[in-house]
């Protein structure tokens, strides 16, 4: 958990997936719940003893972000003060954090992307061909690439796959010239919806 202080008024603060307190996953941690609520204000009472950014008697504003690497952002805005010792912690629905088409992971060896792709199916993250245009699958000097394609921003689970891919690979680029690598030197193994794919064919069904 990391605190940085913008200004008097804003704060950042970053969370890797197992330090989202009293939550199973991100999407559970921005509902707009009392237990959502009140791990986030833990969280506030931190940043207030490590970097003294103090939100007691304020309206705050919380804005939630989903970085590609699999950590997450919350960025916290001081409003009005308020006459009463309340505070308003709701964060915002998630946003994505993409400027380009592409979202490239490195695994490996196949046995960490069948591994994921039987997680995934686990954690509920069902209708994935929803979730992207394309979802590929490369081999390239040994290790797996999976290649996802113009994500959907408003795939109801986008949290949940970004936290729960990382547990099994690396973010490893975004960058068009890599994917034409990948198109060029490397082997395309499953072409389109790489992960349902994997999942019904290469995963125990027991």
């Known amino acids: 958990m990391k605190f940085q ?10 969370l890797s997936y197992d330090e989202l307190p009293n939550s199973q996953n991100f999407d559970d941690f921005v509902s707009d ?13 931190k940043a207030y003893d490590e970097v003294g950014f103090n939100t007691r008697d304020y309206k705050i504003k919380i804005d939630a972000l989903a970085l590609k690497n699999g950590k997450f ?16 912690a709701k964060p915002k629905k998630i946003v994505r954090e993409f400027n380009s088409n592409y979202a490239i992971y490195k ?14 199916k686990k954690m509920d993250l ?14 390239y000097h040994n290790n797996y690439y999976l290649s996802v394609y113009k994500i959907n921003e408003k795939f109801n689970n ?8 990382t547990e099994f690979c690396k973010f490893y ?3 068009d010239l890599f994917i034409c690598l990948l198109k060029e030197k490397g082997k395309l193994v499953i072409k389109n919806n790489a ?5 019904n064919n290469f995963i125990n069904h027991n």
């Open 5 to 14: 202080k913008l200004s008097e008024n804003k704060l950042k603060i970053i």
């Open 33 to 45: 719940s009392s237990d959502a609520r009140h791990t986030f204000l833990e969280i506030l009472e």
């Open 73 to 88: 952002v919350f960025t916290v805005t001081k409003l009005v003060k308020m006459k009463k010792n309340i505070k308003s």
């Open 107 to 120: 695994f490996e060896d196949f046995e960490d992307f069948c591994n994921f792709c039987e997680f995934a």
């Open 126 to 139: 069902y209708d994935l061909n929803n979730f992207a245009k394309k979802i590929e699958l490369y081999l």
């Open 158 to 165: 986008i949290g949940k796959f970004y936290s729960s891919i």
């Open 173 to 175: 680029s975004s960058k």
């Open 195 to 199: 992960i349902e794919i994997c999942q």
